[in-house]
């Protein structure tokens, strides 16, 4: 029987230990990132859903209320003088709160928001802007929906007197 040489290169025997080690460690960093990566969309995705699901109780109830008559007694105003209460219920984990106010109680538009200023309803946002340009006979909703973690959703309409 004739034995087969192999002619070998000097230092083209195969990989090295070290060699080998590099590569996996270099896998190793790639497969990390790749888990961060899927693991921070993952929590990105359930805040999305938090939102949406505030969103969408917003716009629930907000057409509920526009069905409602004028003098509902879900379309209460709250005193612009005191502040007052805001209505409020719960679903499921969200709170839901709105507030109305009226120009209709006194004839004229509304000019005093001292006592609303600081109220987290209305905070960065332009509801002051929109209580001063209320028309008589109508009712300014804000609605307000809030989870526990720190998803929320606002909704600003106007209830006219039909």
Do not use: C
């Not at 060699?19 to 270099?26: R, S």
């Not at 007694?73 to 709250?78: C, E, G, P």
């Not at 332009?126 to 929320?152: D, F, I, T």
């Amino acid at each position: 029987m004739k034995q087969i040489k192999y002619n070998v290169l000097k230092g083209q025997e195969g990989f090295t230990l070290l060699e080998v080690l590099i590569a996996l460690g270099i896998f190793s960093i790639g497969v990390l990132a790749v888990f961060a990566m899927q693991t921070n969309s993952m929590g990105r995705s359930g805040k999305a859903i938090k939102s949406n699901l505030a969103a969408f109780w917003a716009q629930d109830l907000s057409e509920d209320l526009l069905r409602l008559p004028y003098g509902d007694t879900k379309l209460d105003t709250v005193s612009t003088s005191t502040g007052g209460t805001l209505h409020q219920r719960t679903e499921g984990p969200y709170t839901i709160k709105w507030a109305v106010f009226s120009s209709s109680e006194n004839g004229k538009k509304i000019n005093d928001f001292s006592s609303i200023k600081d109220d987290p309803l209305f905070l960065r946002s332009n509801k002051m802007r929109n209580l001063a340009n209320l028309q008589v006979n109508s009712k300014l909703v804000v609605v307000y929906v809030s989870h526990p973690l720190g998803q929320s959703a606002r909704l600003i309409f106007t209830k006219p007197n039909l």
